[in-house]
DNA sequence: TGCTTTTAGGACCATACGGTCCTAATTTAG
DNA sequence: CTAAATTAGGACCGTATGGTCCTAAAAGCA
């Protein structure tokens, strides 16, 4: 595995994160990373989408590395670990001044429709990503109460911090972020034992 | 105000929903819309961002019309209208099997940070969806605990709703919406006043 | 020394795109 | 009837894009 091949994954994530990927040509891709031309780069990847699949695959090891990585700290309370993890999600936003987010949910919207090879890829990703929060909730256990749906709770987490990410790249402000962080961290806190009355939905069914 | 504009605008939005802003060719519109070539459609809009703008204030008049209607339904119970206000949304995903969602959360995602004209207009359409939401919790204010903060709750609904049309679109199952959509309902219950308890918030800081 | 991999750099190509320009037929309104 | 608006249709253009092909200089390695 040369080196140049990271140098050319990491300034097309860069540059993927910034602007997209469609938007992202592979020109942009070789100025970026500083290569002779394009028999250079075609020299390490077969096609544009090769680079754009291992480009996520990558943002995905470094996010389980960084990002996830808390979910399993051994020594911390795990309802905890998931507050942590939250506000991980918060500050990794708030260093691109809330312009860019999680390079997942950017990439689901622009491709998800139009690029069923990336879909399959970001749905991959998702379940992973659900399946390590739907872990730390069964090591939780003893602190929720008995009716809790892992499943359906790891979902709506990674839904509300994705939603919350992409208004906020909108609104170009760190407080909605924050904001929506507040509330689900208050929504996981209510599964707790100690949350004594889980008041009764009103469906309209 | 001509026909054909409508049949123009129309045919843009279908296929916008369908593939994306940047996806559609002005030369795709024309076939849609059954025009006889460039000039034809140059004729009534001056450029493809202009297109794209208009279909966008469209979108969102038969989504306020159509989806929001329903929040300020004056015989229904306020909290009870944000019900079937989400029941609305997922009945709307379930039209096209899951694979559309709301158009403002896609084109939101594809253009917020390549093209500052959709970004603006598309705040603003949140900003007016979200300002609808908190007219309605100014109304159920009565049912609802002293301390709940409008503002902050009607970025969190159409967040998780966004984050959940989002995973949903990726996923292309509907079951995820639904599961979504159900604890979106009970977050939202657990700020009537007949919740006797709201559990402590574990912050991290 | 030789052989392979990497770097360099340019020419080239087919396709697609947004947009302009021009001419002429057809329809609509006053 | 006449002028304006609409429909029709095609030629064009500049630019960008992903991708191929080819040649040759360096670098790394046996």
Chains 1, 2 share one sequence.
Not at 10 to 27: C, K, P, Q, R
Not at 87 to 109: I, T
Not at 163 to 168: I, K, R
Request: proline share 3%.
């Amino acid at each position: 595995m040369p080196d140049r091949r990271s140098q050319i994954l990491d300034a097309a994530a860069a540059l993927i994160a910034e602007h997209g990927f469609t938007s992202t040509s592979v020109d942009d891709v070789i100025k970026g990373a500083k290569l002779s031309g394009k028999s250079h780069f075609y020299h390490y990847f077969k096609s544009k989408d090769e680079l754009g699949y291992e480009v996520l695959n990558r943002q995905f090891e470094r996010f389980s590395e960084r990002g996830l990585a808390v979910l399993r700290e051994p020594m911390i309370d795990p309802l905890e670990r998931l507050n942590l993890f939250i506000d991980s999600v918060v500050a990794l936003q708030a260093e691109s001044g809330g312009r860019r987010g999680s390079p997942f949910g950017n990439l689901a919207a622009e491709l998800a429709d139009a690029h069923e090879g990336f879909r399959v890829r970001i749905e991959a990703v998702f379940e992973r990503w659900a399946s390590q929060i739907r872990s730390l909730l069964w090591e939780a256990r003893p602190q929720l109460q008995d009716d809790v749906d892992a499943v359906r709770l790891s979902r709506f987490i990674i839904a509300a911090l994705e939603g919350a990410v992409l208004m906020t790249r909108v609104k170009r402000d760190m407080a909605m972020l924050e904001g929506i962080a507040f509330d689900l961290k208050r929504f996981i806190a209510m599964h707790g034992r100690d949350a004594l009355v889980v008041p009764v939905v009103r469906t309209s069914e």
